[in-house]
């Protein structure tokens, strides 16, 4: 069994930055790729960035392009969101997922075999 935790939620205020973290732990194998996906109230679960475990291939949502950049630290076994210039329109929920099979980047959430609870993020206007 593989846990997913995330942590670094909370409320900001508009143009404000917010870290996401995620790490796994359990079961003893390496996840070939590691993605974010966020759902507000009332909306469907979306995309939002992939990174892979081996090499430097990223993807990011075109919505959070330019503000949020998902990175990698191996030595944690961790995966991290980088959230800058924050619109109220980014308030959700932000799961965390991961997936040990190597198939390449992926934004789909049946991709992705490991799931977080969850962490809120909350941005005021």
């Known amino acids: 069994q593989v846990q997913l935790v995330e942590s670094g939620g909370g409320l900001v205020q508009a143009g404000g930055s917010l870290r996401l973290s995620c790490v796994a732990s359990?079961?003893?194998?390496?996840?070939?790729?590691w993605a974010w996906f966020r759902q507000a109230p009332g909306k469907e679960r979306e995309f939002v960035a992939t990174?892979?475990?081996?090499?430097?291939?990223?993807d990011h949502a075109d919505s959070v392009k330019g503000r949020f950049t998902i990175s990698k630290d191996k030595a944690k076994n961790t995966v991290l969101l980088q959230m800058n210039s924050l619109k109220p329109e980014d308030t959700a929920v932000y799961y965390c997922?991961?997936?040990?099979?190597?198939?390449?980047?992926?934004?789909?959430?049946?991709?992705?075999?490991?799931w977080g609870q969850g962490a809120q993020v909350t941005v005021s206007s």
């Open positions: 990174i892979m475990w081996s090499g430097s291939s990223t």
């Open positions: 359990g079961r003893n194998f390496s996840m070939a790729r």
């Open positions: 997922a991961a997936d040990p099979r190597v198939r390449g980047l992926g934004k789909f959430s049946p991709e992705y075999m490991w």
